[in-house]
Each structure stands twice: as C-alpha cells, then as structure tokens.
C-alpha cells in the first residue's frame, strides 16, 4: 500500500560498501538515525552513530555490523554520543553484535555514550555484558596494554 507521498514506505535499500571513501550521502540512514564511518585506528574501525536508535534502525545497525565483521574487521568501536533515542532493539544490537565479535575472536566497544543510551544501560544493569569506555583515545590506550 502506499502513502499519500507515493512511497511504499519500507526502509530504504542499503548496498554493500567499503570502510573507506564514503561521502556523507551515501552512508546508511533512516529518519533521523545516520551511520558515519569515523577514524580508523590500526585494527579498530570506528562507526558514529546519531539520531534515535529505534526497531527500525536497528536493523540498519545490524546489517552494518555484519557488512563490517563480513569484511575482515575483528574491533568495532561504535561511538553513541549522538544517540537521542535507545529502544530495547537497539540494546539488542549492541548485546549480540557484542557476542558475535567475541565468537570471531574480536571485540565491540560502546564509545562516549550519550547520556540516553547510559540511562538505559544503568536501568536494565547490562553494563557487565557491554564494554563501555569514555573515548576513543581511552579505548586505543586500554587495547595497547
């Protein structure tokens, strides 16, 4: 069925894609939701995420996780302190994409956590099953000892 605008009103395809040599544009999105790829330090790849992390971006978060873990990437950092909105899916993503790096042999990080995805964190007390660290520089520091 479509909506008044024309559209049918199903998420936006999204393609394969490099870890590189994105313009902004051409990065996955969905309202307001937006996966930028950030900087890469060595092996760790840095994904910023902004805007609502509701059911239907995380499903989006998800395929790029898998994109990511699918093109070799062992340490996934995703920066969250642009994240307005966490629902219970999105917290979902964070914990399996956590095991999964695990059973690869690699490592997901929640980095500078806004203080809607803390809140949440702290309510549901599964912050033991999650690696949560202040910054990028902090995580480069702790991974190099």
């Keep these: 069925m479509s909506r008044p605008d ?3 009103g199903g998420q936006r395809p999204v393609g394969p894609r490099s870890l590189g040599g994105h313009s902004r544009d051409s990065l ?4 307001d939701f937006r ?12 994904l910023q995420l902004t805007g609502r992390l509701d059911g239907r ?27 307005t909105f966490l629902a219970s899916s999105g917290l979902g993503v964070f914990l399996a994409e956590t095991e999964e ?16 995805v803390a ?6 007390n599964v912050g033991r099953f999650l690696s949560l660290v202040p910054s ?4 480069v ?3 190099s000892r």
């Design 57 to 83: 971006a995380a499903q989006l978060l998800q395929q790029r996780c898998n994109e990511v873990r699918t093109q070799g990437v062992q340490h996934l950092a995703l920066e969250l302190s642009g994240i």
């Design 119 to 124: 809140s949440v964190v702290n309510l549901l």
């Design 101 to 116: 790096f695990k059973e690869s042999g690699g490592s997901l990080h929640l980095v500078a956590a806004s203080s809607v």
């Design 35 to 46: 996966i930028t790829d950030g900087p890469r330090r060595g092996s760790l790849v840095v």
């Design 6 to 8: 024309g559209s049918s």
């Design 28 to 31: 996955p999105s969905l309202g």
């Design 136 to 139: 990028v520089d902090d995580l």
């Design 141 to 143: 520091v702790k991974n």
